[in-house]
């Protein structure tokens, strides 16, 4: 990533005030703990101590000007953080929707499953109770037609000895059984 101009100067006059300071205070001590006497091989004018002065003003000024710049700096990396933190919690509330999101789109479809199963265990209930019951309706049917047949045999059975029995000895009371029979047979025939 290519670094912004205007950024590089930012951070090059946030390191001038305190580099300032730093020199200005070097020359004081310079200026202020040696004799005046000393200083003209250096070149330097003879009133030292009005040099020391303004290079102490101006020591005071970059002081300030480095105060502003910490400052500043500081209360940039102070909204960073806080932007960062922001950012943070904001990110950590969609994941925690998301999965109160997620648990609950799973709760739901649970739902759905157990009701679904429910209701497939009901039908396959129903179903085995309507098989069961039309077998029990079936069986009943067969007994009962058994039971038709069986009465069906017995008159048949009936109906033949007293034939026969007429035949053989066709007496009053054998003629007696034989209208019984089929006075019998003309009043439940159909129902036989």
């Not at 000024?61 to 909204?79: D, K, P, Q, S, V």
């Not at 309706?137 to 034939?163: L, N, P």
Request: net charge neutral; with cysteine; hydrophobic share 40%.
């Amino acid at each position: 990533m290519k670094p912004d101009p205007a950024q590089t100067w930012v951070n090059f006059l946030s390191l001038l005030p305190g580099t300032t300071v730093t020199v200005l205070v070097i020359s004081i001590a310079f200026l202020r703990f040696y004799d005046p006497t000393d200083l003209t091989e250096l070149w330097l004018p003879h009133s030292s101590r009005a040099w020391s002065n303004l290079f102490t003003v101006a020591a005071i000024l970059a002081a300030l000007a480095n105060f502003g710049t910490e400052w500043y700096r500081r209360n940039r990396e102070t909204g960073r953080r806080s932007r960062d933190e922001a950012r943070r919690v904001a990110q950590e509330r969609a994941e925690a929707a998301f999965r109160a999101e997620e648990a609950e789109r799973r709760s739901r479809d649970e739902t759905r499953r157990v009701a679904q199963e429910r209701a497939e265990t009901e039908r396959r209930s129903e179903e085995e109770a309507r098989r069961v019951a039309q077998e029990r309706a079936e069986a009943a049917f067969r007994a009962e037609e058994a039971e038709r047949a069986a009465r069906r045999a017995r008159v048949q059975a009936r109906c033949s000895a007293a034939q026969i029995r007429f035949q053989l000895d066709p007496s009053a009371a054998h003629r007696e059984q034989l209208s019984t029979v089929l006075v019998f047979l003309e009043e439940y025939g159909d129902t036989l």
